[in-house]
T-cell receptor, first 113, second 115 residues
Framework: AQSVTQLGSHVSVSEGALVLLRCNYS??????LFWYVQYPNQGLQLLLK??????LVKGINGFEAEFKKSETSFHLTKPSAHMSDAAEYFC???????????FGTGTRLAVRP | GAGVSQTPSNKVTEKGKYVELRCDPI?????LYWYRQSLGQGPEFLIY????????DSGLPNDRFFAVRPEGSVSTLKIQRTERGDSAVYLC?????????????FGPGTRLTVT
């Protein structure tokens, strides 16, 4: 079975500050890892994904994440927060041989002016 | 191009009633998924279709929940004898090639409220 833990249900940063959203996973087989963003009253949008290869992956809107197998982590970062980054962020894991996503409980990011 | 669409966007129903939620996937996408998102939680997997058949229905909570995809495109999630605990946002997603790293594209969801 797979699971995802997102530490911090709410994170608040100042505009221009570093964004760090934490994600740890457990998986019995090599995982695919994803970060999704959800704006109010909208569907989930893929920010980035790790499947194989380079462990540092870059996504849309300046976000990136690093797959660290030894730490079973896939933390999301952005060097400088914008007001438009305020949203809910979900980390998800999927078996490389499977199809269904297992999501964390989400982190709501607030950006202070 | 058109994304995944879901109708209705909101549905309010009384406890004990039957509801149907519809999902139109992206044209040509073989795989279709249903997830349920309760307040303050991440989406939880319900069922996954490859073409017309349910490849994995392990997430359906009980036999009141059923889903179909008769022609391999549009899917309908059916809930019988609704309960207040069924209140949630029901999300649909589709992907082009199942069993690959292809992205799942999500619709905006149907917010179901059972009174």
């Amino acid at each position: 079975a797979q699971s995802v833990t997102q530490l911090g249900s709410h994170v608040s940063v100042s505009e221009g500050a570093l964004v760090l959203l934490r994600c740890n996973y457990s998986s019995s087989v090599p995982p695919y890892l994803f970060w999704y963003v959800q704006y109010p009253n909208q569907g989930l949008q893929l920010l980035l994904k790790y499947t194989t290869g380079a462990t540092l992956v870059k996504g849309i809107n300046g976000f990136e994440a690093e797959f660290k197998k030894s730490e079973t982590s896939f933390h999301l970062t952005k060097p400088s927060a914008h007001m438009s980054d305020a949203a809910e962020y979900f980390c998800a894991v999927r078996k490389s041989s499977g199809d269904k996503l297992t999501f964390g409980t989400g982190t709501r990011l607030a950006v202070r002016p | 191009g058109a994304g995944v669409s879901q109708t209705p966007s909101n549905k309010v129903t009384e406890k004990g009633k039957y509801v149907e939620l519809r999902c139109d996937p992206i044209s040509g996408h073989t795989a279709l998924y249903w997830y349920r998102q309760s307040l303050g939680q991440g989406p939880e997997f319900l069922i996954y279709f490859q073409g017309t058949g349910a490849a994995d229905d392990s997430g359906l909570p009980n036999d009141r929940f059923f889903a179909v995809r008769p022609e391999g495109s549009v899917s309908t999630l059916k809930i019988q004898r609704t309960e207040r605990g069924d209140s949630a946002v029901y999300l649909c997603a589709s992907s082009l090639r199942p069993g690959t790293s292809d992205e799942q594209y999500f619709g905006p969801g149907t917010r179901l409220t059972v009174t």
